[in-house]
């Protein structure tokens, strides 16, 4: 019995002593000799309101250590604070966090690497503005110790990010890949808010007026590196993200990410081609035409004695227009717009279903919409100069306009581009074949810079075939798996829908 009651009593102990263990593990903050404290653990002392700062409320520690990642010296810091991260001593690198001082004046006197001492006795950890931060200490609560300490560079997307945002708040992060939204031409400058797609979210790109890179002009797309800052709650968080300098930039050609590609085209039907000429797109994502419309232009370049002046609005024999403003589409289908006969293939041949015609004109009686293109028995060229079409997004297009996609086919010559003053053209997106910056010069027109002739589908599809682009467009992300090239798809009175929307047409991938 005696024996029983010993053993009894150091199960209770080995008990007792395992919940004191699992409780002092479980507290965010276990004291060490240091006084230091992360930055992880004291995130996690934070419950949502403020807290102020004591040896007693944070587990005895006293004080932080980090490095500065912010830095005034561009001056698009948050005013008054300066970025700190760390990690837990030995940690592992899912312990890197941020936070936020406000030191008024003084956050000015450091840049980023400078390793400080922050006492933390006196200060308030709280939220203002969205941004968790501590405020209320003196400048003389802060030691720098070191200078140029390497800083640790986190990567995530926007979606991670807003998952996460204690993660990231206040750290320094890499967004790659990245497109503004929507596409600026060459005069945008960073100054103010801009919106940046990664392809997974967005974030707004904060710099401020007074930054001393406010009135550089922005590049289309690439890797950024900035502070990030979490505002909002719920479904309405969202990410204020910014630079540090124009070096935090660093351009990479991005294909737009577009609700719809040219897929293919009919330029020379059997019998006459008025009225039976067409283009082909290809939804990548669901559209209501009536809630977001589009419009599309035709260019033709035959014996091109006008130069197009006002870019794709040049209208009477060079550009002709059509908007699409009602119909819907699901992703991955395919659509039309072209002449108001709606068959595959001439007059005799195959009707094509009226509901996959966004719109339809008949273009040998009918002018360009809004005026723009004069009656014509030709939309799409089918010999001699180069030629174009265009996608653009909304019906009110100006020449400052960023089409969404954009092709060219046909011959060597025409007269598309002139350098100016005023400069003038055609203009051009990112896509599989262009790039709208070359080395951070702007190439905005087609004809420009390394856009030459050649970026074209060289020559024409021959009598009665389709031009069926073949190609893999990530769906998701935007841009091309695989570019689009040209094939000849020989067309009877007799061919139906599936010969042009099958084999070898452009496809989506969900990535």
Known sequence: MKNKFRYFIAIVLM??????????????????????????????????????????????????????????????????????????????????????????AAAANYVPGDSLHIKLEGGVLKRVDGILQITGLPSSAVTKVASNRI??????????????????????????????DPEPTSDVVYSGDKILNDGFGLATLRTNSSASFANTAIQPSGNFTGVVYVTGNGDSKKIE??????????????????????????????????????????????????????????????????????????????????????GTVKKGEFFYAGGAGQRINGSASTVVAASKWISTVDYTVVPGADGIGAVTGNLLANSGNVAGIALFEGTNITPNTVPLDVIFYGGANG????????????????????????????????????NDIAKRFAGFPTATSFAKLGGVYKAAKGGWESVRTMTNVVLTNASVLSAIETGGVTTLIDK
């Open 415 to 450: 007269s598309f581009y002139t350098a100016g003053p005023p400069e003038a053209g055609l203009r051009i997106t990112i896509t599989d074949k262009f790039a709208t910056y070359a080395s951070k010069i702007p190439q905005e027109y087609y004809g420009k810079g390394t």
């Open 241 to 326: 993200y910014r630079i540090r300098s124009v070096d935090d930039f660093f351009y990479v050609p991005m294909p737009k990410l577009s609700p719809a590609i040219i897929s293919g085209y009919l330029v020379d039907p059997n019998g006459l081609d008025g009225n039976y000429e067409y283009i082909q797109f290809l939804a990548t994502k669901d559209i209501d035409f009536a809630v977001t419309p589009f419009s599309v232009y035709t260019n033709n370049n035959a014996g091109a004695t006008t130069f197009p002046t006002l870019g794709w609005n040049t209208g009477g024999v060079r550009t002709y227009k059509f908007n699409l403003t009602s």
């Open 15 to 104: 008990i007792a002593l395992y919940a004191s263990c699992k409780r002092e593990s479980d507290l965010p903050y276990k004291f060490s000799e240091s006084g230091f404290i992360s930055n992880f653990d004291l995130r996690r002392y934070y419950k949502g309101s403020d807290l102020s700062l004591n040896p007693e409320a944070i587990g005895g520690a006293k004080s932080i250590r980090g490095v500065v990642v912010s830095d005034f010296r561009s001056g698009n810091s948050v005013t008054g604070l300066i970025a700190l991260q760390n990690s837990r001593i030995n940690g592992t690198a899912d312990s890197l966090r941020g936070i936020s001082f406000n030191l008024g």
């Open 151 to 180: 800083i640790k560079l986190q990567a995530a997307n926007t979606s991670t990010i807003l998952a996460n945002p204690d993660r990231y708040e206040s750290t320094l992060v890499a967004i790659n890949n990245a497109v503004y």
